[in-house]
Protein backbone atom coordinates (compact mmCIF):
# COMPACT_ATOMS: atom_id res chain seq x y z
CA UNK A 1 0.00 0.00 0.00
CA UNK A 2 2.75 2.56 1.08
CA UNK A 3 5.03 1.61 -2.11
CA UNK A 4 1.96 2.11 -4.69
CA UNK A 5 1.51 5.75 -2.34
CA UNK A 6 5.39 6.39 -3.07
CA UNK A 7 5.03 5.39 -6.39
CA UNK A 8 1.89 7.34 -7.17
CA UNK A 9 3.08 10.53 -5.56
CA UNK A 10 7.19 10.86 -5.81
CA UNK A 11 7.77 8.89 -8.82
CA UNK A 12 8.12 11.16 -11.83
CA UNK A 13 8.80 11.01 -15.24
CA UNK A 14 11.21 12.73 -17.49
CA UNK A 15 8.80 15.32 -18.83
CA UNK A 16 7.81 15.76 -15.49
CA UNK A 17 11.02 16.72 -13.93
CA UNK A 18 12.09 18.89 -16.50
CA UNK A 19 8.82 21.03 -16.18
CA UNK A 20 9.54 20.99 -12.19
CA UNK A 21 13.41 22.01 -13.08
CA UNK A 22 12.28 24.70 -15.20
CA UNK A 23 9.56 26.40 -12.65
CA UNK A 24 12.09 25.83 -9.87
CA UNK A 25 14.48 28.08 -11.97
CA UNK A 26 12.22 30.80 -13.37
CA UNK A 27 11.02 31.19 -9.66
CA UNK A 28 14.85 31.67 -8.70
CA UNK A 29 15.15 34.05 -11.00
CA UNK A 30 12.17 36.20 -10.37
CA UNK A 31 13.26 36.53 -6.65
CA UNK A 32 16.89 37.50 -7.11
CA UNK A 33 16.29 39.78 -9.92
CA UNK A 34 16.68 43.10 -7.47
CA UNK A 35 20.12 42.14 -6.74
CA UNK A 36 20.98 40.87 -10.32
CA UNK A 37 19.27 44.49 -12.28
CA UNK A 38 22.00 46.56 -10.93
CA UNK A 39 24.70 44.52 -12.54
CA UNK A 40 23.39 44.93 -16.01
CA UNK A 41 22.02 48.55 -15.36
CA UNK A 42 23.76 51.20 -14.25
CA UNK A 43 22.58 55.13 -13.73
CA UNK A 44 23.80 57.76 -15.35
CA UNK A 45 25.44 60.38 -12.63
CA UNK A 46 23.53 63.74 -12.42
CA UNK A 47 24.81 67.07 -12.81
CA UNK A 48 23.88 69.22 -9.65
CA UNK A 49 25.87 71.78 -9.87
CA UNK A 50 23.20 74.36 -12.14
CA UNK A 51 20.98 73.55 -9.00
CA UNK A 52 23.43 74.72 -5.97
CA UNK A 53 23.87 77.16 -8.22
CA UNK A 54 20.29 78.46 -8.07
CA UNK A 55 20.63 77.84 -4.73
CA UNK A 56 23.35 80.11 -4.05
CA UNK A 57 21.65 83.13 -5.88
CA UNK A 58 18.45 82.63 -4.07
CA UNK A 59 20.56 83.37 -0.69
CA UNK A 60 22.13 86.09 -2.35
CA UNK A 61 18.94 88.13 -3.15
CA UNK A 62 17.28 86.99 0.20
CA UNK A 63 19.85 88.75 2.02
CA UNK A 64 19.46 92.18 0.65
CA UNK A 65 15.75 92.27 1.58
CA UNK A 66 13.81 92.21 5.38
CA UNK A 67 10.22 91.67 5.49
CA UNK A 68 8.38 92.28 8.35
CA UNK A 69 5.36 90.03 7.29
CA UNK A 70 3.48 88.48 4.12
CA UNK A 71 0.72 89.27 2.01
CA UNK A 72 -0.55 92.28 3.88
CA UNK A 73 -0.20 96.12 2.95
CA UNK A 74 0.90 97.44 6.04
CA UNK A 75 4.56 95.86 5.53
CA UNK A 76 6.65 97.21 3.24
CA UNK A 77 10.14 96.45 1.77
CA UNK A 78 12.40 98.45 4.41
CA UNK A 79 14.61 99.39 0.77
CA UNK A 80 11.49 101.16 -0.95
CA UNK A 81 11.47 105.02 -1.31
CA UNK A 82 9.30 105.84 1.18
CA UNK A 83 11.55 104.27 3.63
CA UNK A 84 14.26 105.55 1.79
CA UNK A 85 12.95 109.15 2.64
CA UNK A 86 11.63 108.67 5.87
CA UNK A 87 12.17 111.39 8.58
CA UNK A 88 13.51 109.73 11.82
CA UNK A 89 12.00 108.78 14.53
CA UNK A 90 10.86 111.02 17.51
CA UNK A 91 9.37 109.50 20.38
CA UNK A 92 7.09 112.29 22.67
CA UNK A 93 4.16 111.27 24.71
CA UNK A 94 1.07 111.89 22.27
CA UNK A 95 -3.00 111.44 22.87
CA UNK A 96 -4.31 109.77 19.32
CA UNK A 97 -6.91 111.45 19.64
CA UNK A 98 -5.65 115.28 19.26
CA UNK A 99 -2.44 114.17 16.96
CA UNK A 100 -1.73 116.07 13.64
CA UNK A 101 -0.86 114.31 10.77
CA UNK A 102 3.02 116.13 10.94
CA UNK A 103 3.24 115.09 15.09
CA UNK A 104 1.96 111.17 13.55
CA UNK A 105 4.93 111.34 11.22
CA UNK A 106 7.64 112.46 13.79
CA UNK A 107 6.61 110.01 15.77
CA UNK A 108 7.85 107.53 12.83
CA UNK A 109 4.30 107.26 11.39
CA UNK A 110 4.04 106.88 7.40
CA UNK A 111 2.34 109.81 5.82
CA UNK A 112 -0.59 107.43 4.16
CA UNK A 113 -1.17 106.16 7.78
CA UNK A 114 -1.20 109.29 9.51
CA UNK A 115 -3.96 110.90 6.42
CA UNK A 116 -5.64 107.37 7.42
CA UNK A 117 -5.96 108.04 11.38
CA UNK A 118 -7.06 111.69 11.00
CA UNK A 119 -9.83 110.60 8.83
CA UNK A 120 -11.24 108.37 11.34
CA UNK A 121 -10.80 110.83 13.91
CA UNK A 122 -12.56 113.32 11.74
CA UNK A 123 -15.76 111.10 11.42
CA UNK A 124 -15.93 110.61 15.21
CA UNK A 125 -13.20 107.52 15.95
CA UNK A 126 -12.22 107.94 18.76
CA UNK A 127 -9.45 106.04 20.89
CA UNK A 128 -10.19 105.03 24.65
CA UNK A 129 -7.33 103.31 25.49
CA UNK A 130 -3.09 102.87 24.15
CA UNK A 131 -3.54 99.73 23.13
CA UNK A 132 -6.21 100.69 20.59
CA UNK A 133 -3.60 101.99 18.11
CA UNK A 134 -2.89 98.57 17.76
CA UNK A 135 -6.58 98.75 15.63
CA UNK A 136 -4.82 101.03 12.92
CA UNK A 137 -4.92 99.98 9.14
CA UNK A 138 -1.52 100.16 8.32
CA UNK A 139 0.70 100.57 11.62
CA UNK A 140 2.86 97.55 11.49
CA UNK A 141 3.42 95.85 15.09
CA UNK A 142 6.70 97.14 15.78
CA UNK A 143 5.72 100.44 15.58
CA UNK A 144 2.66 100.03 17.70
CA UNK A 145 4.81 98.63 20.28
CA UNK A 146 7.49 101.22 20.03
CA UNK A 147 4.36 103.91 20.62
CA UNK A 148 1.87 102.63 23.06
CA UNK A 149 4.12 103.84 25.83
CA UNK A 150 3.87 107.21 24.72
CA UNK A 151 0.25 106.88 24.81
CA UNK A 152 -1.52 109.54 26.76
CA UNK A 153 -5.16 109.77 26.38
CA UNK A 154 -6.80 112.38 28.11
CA UNK A 155 -9.96 111.58 29.72
CA UNK A 156 -13.19 114.03 29.46
CA UNK A 157 -14.86 115.40 32.61
CA UNK A 158 -18.56 113.28 32.45
CA UNK A 159 -21.25 115.11 32.41
CA UNK A 160 -24.16 114.71 34.06
CA UNK A 161 -27.22 116.27 34.38
CA UNK A 162 -28.57 116.25 37.94
CA UNK A 163 -32.31 115.67 38.27
CA UNK A 164 -34.09 116.90 41.97
CA UNK A 165 -36.17 113.74 43.07
CA UNK A 166 -39.53 114.81 43.66
CA UNK A 167 -41.34 113.44 46.50
CA UNK A 168 -44.67 112.29 46.24
CA UNK A 169 -47.12 111.73 49.59
CA UNK A 170 -48.52 108.13 49.80
CA UNK A 171 -51.75 107.17 48.58
CA UNK A 172 -53.58 104.06 49.42
CA UNK A 173 -54.94 102.57 46.01
CA UNK A 174 -58.11 101.95 47.51
CA UNK A 175 -58.79 105.45 48.77
CA UNK A 176 -61.01 107.77 46.51
CA UNK A 177 -62.77 110.53 47.22
CA UNK A 178 -66.07 109.44 49.37
CA UNK A 179 -67.83 112.57 46.94
CA UNK A 180 -67.58 110.80 43.51
CA UNK A 181 -68.00 107.05 44.39
CA UNK A 182 -71.36 106.38 45.83
CA UNK A 183 -71.60 103.21 48.22
CA UNK A 184 -73.22 100.46 45.47
CA UNK A 185 -76.19 97.63 47.59
CA UNK A 186 -74.92 94.07 46.09
CA UNK A 187 -78.44 93.05 46.19
CA UNK A 188 -80.41 95.44 44.37
CA UNK A 189 -77.47 97.11 42.50
CA UNK A 190 -77.48 96.90 38.38
CA UNK A 191 -74.55 96.96 36.27
CA UNK A 192 -74.47 100.82 35.77
CA UNK A 193 -74.23 100.56 39.72
CA UNK A 194 -71.22 98.21 39.67
CA UNK A 195 -69.71 100.21 36.70
CA UNK A 196 -69.05 103.22 39.11
CA UNK A 197 -66.93 101.50 41.02
CA UNK A 198 -63.28 101.51 40.47
CA UNK A 199 -61.79 99.14 37.99
CA UNK A 200 -65.20 97.49 36.70
CA UNK A 201 -66.36 97.42 33.50
CA UNK A 202 -69.44 96.08 31.76
CA UNK A 203 -68.16 92.56 31.60
CA UNK A 204 -67.44 92.51 35.63
CA UNK A 205 -69.90 94.35 36.50
CA UNK A 206 -72.51 92.02 34.87
CA UNK A 207 -70.61 88.53 35.96
CA UNK A 208 -71.43 89.92 39.58
CA UNK A 209 -74.64 90.54 39.07
CA UNK A 210 -74.73 86.24 37.21
CA UNK A 211 -73.26 85.39 40.26
CA UNK A 212 -75.38 86.94 42.36
CA UNK A 213 -78.46 84.88 40.51
CA UNK A 214 -77.06 81.69 40.58
CA UNK A 215 -76.61 81.79 44.35
CA UNK A 216 -80.07 83.79 45.21
CA UNK A 217 -78.76 86.37 46.84
CA UNK A 218 -75.66 87.65 48.74
CA UNK A 219 -75.23 87.19 52.61
CA UNK A 220 -72.17 88.66 53.05
CA UNK A 221 -69.76 91.60 50.94
CA UNK A 222 -66.85 89.16 50.78
CA UNK A 223 -68.80 86.85 48.38
CA UNK A 224 -68.62 89.47 46.21
CA UNK A 225 -64.73 88.80 45.57
CA UNK A 226 -65.37 84.98 44.59
CA UNK A 227 -67.19 85.83 41.41
CA UNK A 228 -65.56 84.38 38.69
CA UNK A 229 -62.34 86.60 37.03
CA UNK A 230 -62.19 89.42 39.12
CA UNK A 231 -58.97 90.55 40.00
CA UNK A 232 -58.23 90.30 44.31
CA UNK A 233 -56.74 93.63 43.65
CA UNK A 234 -59.70 95.36 42.53
CA UNK A 235 -61.93 93.52 44.90
CA UNK A 236 -59.83 95.61 47.80
CA UNK A 237 -60.51 98.27 45.66
CA UNK A 238 -64.46 98.63 45.51
CA UNK A 239 -64.82 96.42 48.90
CA UNK A 240 -65.06 100.08 50.78
CA UNK A 241 -67.90 101.05 48.58
CA UNK A 242 -70.09 97.49 48.29
CA UNK A 243 -73.08 97.72 50.81
CA UNK A 244 -75.25 94.75 52.10
CA UNK A 245 -78.98 96.05 51.79
CA UNK A 246 -81.27 92.62 52.07
CA UNK A 247 -80.03 89.27 53.25
CA UNK A 248 -83.31 87.53 52.51
CA UNK A 249 -81.79 85.11 49.97
CA UNK A 250 -83.54 82.47 47.72
CA UNK A 251 -83.81 78.94 49.54
CA UNK A 252 -83.71 75.79 48.21
CA UNK A 253 -85.26 72.62 49.47
CA UNK A 254 -83.35 69.86 50.32
CA UNK A 255 -86.26 67.55 50.71
CA UNK A 256 -87.93 68.20 47.23
CA UNK A 257 -85.26 69.56 45.57
CA UNK A 258 -84.39 67.71 41.86
CA UNK A 259 -80.72 67.27 40.94
CA UNK A 260 -80.35 69.37 38.93
CA UNK A 261 -81.95 72.66 40.74
CA UNK A 262 -79.43 71.40 43.34
CA UNK A 263 -76.37 71.23 41.04
CA UNK A 264 -76.72 74.45 39.50
CA UNK A 265 -75.96 75.69 42.80
CA UNK A 266 -72.54 77.32 42.43
CA UNK A 267 -71.76 75.78 46.02
CA UNK A 268 -73.24 72.41 45.78
CA UNK A 269 -72.48 71.74 42.23
CA UNK A 270 -73.15 67.78 41.24
CA UNK A 271 -71.02 65.53 43.38
CA UNK A 272 -72.89 67.23 46.73
CA UNK A 273 -76.27 67.31 44.93
CA UNK A 274 -75.95 63.86 44.27
CA UNK A 275 -74.93 62.73 47.12
CA UNK A 276 -77.87 64.60 48.41
CA UNK A 277 -80.08 63.15 46.93
CA UNK A 278 -78.98 59.80 46.93
CA UNK A 279 -79.14 59.97 50.99
CA UNK A 280 -82.43 61.12 51.04
CA UNK A 281 -83.71 58.21 48.47
CA UNK A 282 -82.21 55.81 51.28
CA UNK A 283 -82.67 57.10 54.21
CA UNK A 284 -86.00 59.69 53.54
CA UNK A 285 -86.47 63.20 54.15
CA UNK A 286 -84.37 65.26 55.69
CA UNK A 287 -85.28 66.15 59.61
CA UNK A 288 -83.47 69.08 59.82
CA UNK A 289 -80.67 71.22 57.71
CA UNK A 290 -78.24 70.12 59.67
CA UNK A 291 -79.05 66.33 58.54
CA UNK A 292 -76.46 66.99 55.07
CA UNK A 293 -73.72 66.42 57.72
CA UNK A 294 -74.25 63.25 57.87
CA UNK A 295 -72.93 63.22 54.32
CA UNK A 296 -69.06 62.71 54.42
CA UNK A 297 -68.11 64.30 51.27
CA UNK A 298 -70.01 67.54 52.95
CA UNK A 299 -67.48 69.10 55.10
CA UNK A 300 -67.36 71.90 57.64
CA UNK A 301 -66.85 74.71 54.97
CA UNK A 302 -69.60 73.63 52.26
CA UNK A 303 -71.99 73.39 54.64
CA UNK A 304 -70.58 77.19 56.31
CA UNK A 305 -71.45 78.65 52.98
CA UNK A 306 -74.25 76.56 51.47
CA UNK A 307 -76.65 76.45 54.54
CA UNK A 308 -78.26 79.66 54.45
CA UNK A 309 -79.04 78.40 51.12
CA UNK A 310 -80.66 75.50 52.47
CA UNK A 311 -84.22 74.97 53.83
CA UNK A 312 -86.70 72.09 54.34
CA UNK A 313 -89.82 73.60 52.95
Known sequence: MWKQFVKDYFIFTRKERRGTIAIVIFILLISFSPFLFPLFFKDEPVDHSEFAQEISRLVVDSSKRKYSGYGNKEFENDYSPEYKNAVKAVEFYFDPNTA????WVRLGVKEKTATTIQKYISKGGKFYKPEDIR???????????????????KKE????????????????????????????????????SFKALPGIGSKLAQRII???N??????????????????????????????????????????????????DHPYIRFHVANAIVQYRSQHGNFSSVDGIKKIMIVTDSIFIKTVPYLSLD
Open 100 to 103: SVKD
Open 135 to 153: KIWGLPKKDADRLEPYVQI
Open 157 to 192: ASKFIVYEKTVYPEKSPNTYPSSKIQNVPINSGDTT
Open 210 to 212: NFR
Open 214 to 263: KLGGFYSVDQVGETFLLPDSTYRKIKPFLQLDDISVKKININSASLDELK
